[in-house]
């Protein structure tokens, strides 16, 4: 039985408020397409180019699906895939794609595919308009499905569209990776460099982001001077040129310096004040173990002791400033963590001497150390008070991969989370068509 045959042909619907249906009219005023069949309906919804049109539509299988059977006219020609020129039929091959559901029901496309005979190039298949070539699914059904991939994990979009994952994972795959490669970085000035965690069992990839745009550019697995020569490798195929990178802002990473300086020897490195604070907590950190091993009394109080004073609540205050009085040691680790803050949020670089001279005679190791550490990567710490980049983005970036990560409860593969990584980072324009109605002009 076909798809509304039962009363579709004689039920007459009246005029009301301006609208005008009825089987024998047309989809609008002035488009005349034929009655108003099933299939002239799916047709016109479909949005099908001249010579294609829905030959048949009906339910069919257990549970229910929609099949709408698609034919092309007699004697129509197709252009040839290599050269374009209209050819001849050869033959046809029967394939199926998967459409949006129609209501609750799925629904799938079913068509007679052909072959052009070109005289100069052979035999070759169609691409047919409504799906890529190789794809199982319409071009408006892989739409849907980058969609749900921007808000959801893979699984449950699988779970959604009942669909196996891997299959999605390949759309994805096909959309994500031709937008990333056809991304043009002819612009990039300054980058971040950072890493961050793919798996368990300490398995790292290093995230380069640009630091103007904030887009993630490249992801590569590890962490070493690999990496930067693995950047500037792919900054030449996206239309750009080492020499174009002025600014590279990292860690105090020697892996990362050693490729900064070895495949961007012109780029000024950069220490972000972020990673240097870091480093101070750390120092604080270790004064306070060590107190504790000494048998200060610090039960409960790692929290009241870490981060900055005003983020803190008033018990937290309090027991902080008791315990600064109590134990003097722990009152000057703290005084030197809030006095290089402040040293870092000025332009001062005397002042940053200062510091580093004060923390030496500080009598704490971790802070002596820090002060060393600072003294040896001078330039680059300098460089941040001049231009005051940072790695803030690319932290950012770096949370919103980890919440990903933990969302989906880790990817299979290196590659699906590169792919997740530049869907959700990387500013790409995907070229999918619009899940919106087109516009139709109506002549008069």
């Not at 056809?182 to 995230?207: L, M």
């Not at 500037?232 to 600014?247: F, M, N, P, R, S």
């Not at 860690?251 to 012109?266: L, V």
Request: proline share 3%.
């Amino acid at each position: 039985m076909t798809f509304f045959e039962s009363g579709a042909r004689s039920t007459r619907l009246t005029r009301n408020k301006g609208l005008i249906a009825g089987p024998c009219k047309s989809l609008a005023r002035g488009n005349r397409i034929g009655p108003m069949t099933p299939e002239v309906l799916f047709t016109a919804a479909l949005q099908l180019e001249a010579g294609w049109k829905v030959r048949e539509c009906r339910f069919e299988g257990e549970p229910r699906q929609l099949l709408l059977k698609l034919d092309f006219e007699a004697g129509k020609r197709f252009g040839c895939p290599q050269c374009g020129k209209l050819c001849l039929t050869h033959d046809t091959s029967t394939k199926r794609w998967k459409h949006l559901n129609f209501f609750q029901y799925e629904c799938l496309l079913e068509a007679r595919v052909p072959r052009s005979d070109c005289p100069e190039h052979g035999v070759q298949s169609v691409a047919v308009p409504w799906a890529r070539e190789g794809s199982g699914f319409t071009l408006l059904f892989e739409a849907l499905v980058m969609l749900l991939c921007r808000e959801m994990p893979m699984a449950a979009v699988a779970d959604t569209l009942e669909e196996h994952d891997t299959r999605l994972w390949r759309v994805a795959a096909h959309y994500v990776e031709a937008a990333h490669a056809n991304n043009s970085w002819a612009q990039v000035r300054r980058v971040s460099v950072d890493e961050t965690s793919a798996r368990r069992g300490h398995r790292y990839v290093t995230n380069v982001l640009d630091a103007e745009a904030h887009d993630l550019l490249l992801m590569v697995e590890g962490r070493s001077a690999q990496a930067l020569e693995a950047f500037a490798q792919a900054l030449v195929a996206h239309g750009g040129k080492a020499q174009q990178i002025e600014l590279i802002s990292m860690d105090m990473s020697p892996a990362y310096q050693s490729g900064a300086s070895r495949f961007f020897p012109q780029a000024e490195i950069v220490f972000d004040r972020f990673h240097l604070m870091q480093m101070a907590g750390q120092a604080l950190d270790e004064v306070r173990k060590e107190l504790a091993r000494q048998g200060a009394d610090l039960k409960g109080s790692l929290w009241a002791l870490r981060g900055n004073e005003w983020t803190r609540s008033e018990e937290q205050r309090q027991q902080r400033s008791a315990l600064c009085n109590r134990y003097p040691k722990l009152g000057r680790a703290i005084g030197l963590r809030d006095m290089l803050q402040d040293v870092l949020a000025d332009e001062d670089e005397e002042a940053l001497r200062w510091w580093c001279k004060r923390a030496k005679l500080s009598r704490l190791e971790p802070f002596r150390e820090l002060a060393c550490s600072i003294q040896k990567h001078w330039c680059g710490v300098v460089a941040f008070l001049k231009t005051r980049l940072t790695n803030g983005a690319i932290e950012a970036v770096n949370g919103l991969l980890q919440l990903a990560k933990r969302l989906a409860r880790g990817f299979r593969s290196l590659r699906y989370f590169r792919i997740m990584a530049y869907l959700k980072a990387a500013g790409l324009h995907l070229n999918l068509p619009s899940l919106k109605p087109a516009l139709v002009t109506h002549s008069k």
